[in-house]
C-alpha cells in the first residue's frame, strides 16, 4: 500500500528541507545549486509579507519529500487568473509513488478554488518521465508557444 502523501502550503520550518530539495532539483538539471545567500532569498521571499510566491511542500511520514513553487497570472483571452507552476520536485527517494500526482492534484483543486480559468507549466524537452506524467493527469501540450526570456 502506497504511503499517505499530504501536501500543504508550507512554513518557515520547512525553509531547510525546501533549500535542500532545491538543491537536488539543480543537481538532477545539471545546473548549479543556489548559494547560502540565494537560499536565503528564497526562503524569505517565499514568507514575505506579501509572499513573492507561493511554496507547498508534500510529506510522507512526517517528511518534506517534495515542493512545488507557484504565482498567480492572468488571462486576458479567458478574463480569468492562472495557477502556474514554477517548479515542482520530488526527491528521488520518493519518486514513482503518487507524490507528484498528489501534488498535481492539490494544485489543480487550489486553483479551481481560486476560479482559474487555467493550471500551467513548463516542463524541461529531455524530461521525458515527467511528461509522460504530465500526460496521464490529463494536462495537455502547447508545443506552439516557445519561451522567450531576458536574463537582468
Known amino acids: ?3 499517505h502523501t499530504l501536501v500543504r502550503r508550507a512554513v518557515p520550518a520547512d ?19 543556489p548559494d547560502d ?4 532569498r528564497l526562503v524569505a521571499d517565499a514568507f514575505a ?3 513573492r510566491y507561493e511554496l507547498w511542500v508534500a510529506e510522507r511520514a512526517g517528511a518534506v519529500v517534495a515542493y512545488a513553487a507557484t504565482f498567480m497570472t492572468y488571462s486576458t483571452f ?3 487568473p492562472t495557477l502556474f507552476l514554477e517548479d515542482l520536485f520530488v526527491h528521488p527517494d520518493a519518486r514513482r509513488g503518487g507524490v507528484a500526482s498528489a501534488v498535481l492534484a492539490r494544485l489543480r ?9 487555467r493550471f ?10 515527467a511528461q509522460k506524467l504530465y500526460a496521464r493527469v490529463g494536462a495537455e501540450e502547447h508545443a506552439a508557444w516557445r519561451l522567450w526570456r531576458v536574463t537582468l
Open 1 to 3: 500500500m502506497p504511503a
Open 78 to 80: 479567458l478574463a480569468r
Open 120 to 129: 500551467e507549466w513548463m516542463v524541461l524537452d529531455w524530461n521525458v518521465d
Open 109 to 117: 483543486d487550489e486553483a479551481r478554488a481560486r476560479g482559474c480559468g
Open 15 to 33: 525553509g531547510p528541507a525546501y533549500v535542500a530539495l532545491v538543491r537536488a532539483l539543480a543537481v538532477f538539471e545539471h545546473l548549479p545549486p
Open 49 to 51: 509579507d506579501p509572499p
Open 37 to 40: 545567500e540565494a537560499a536565503g
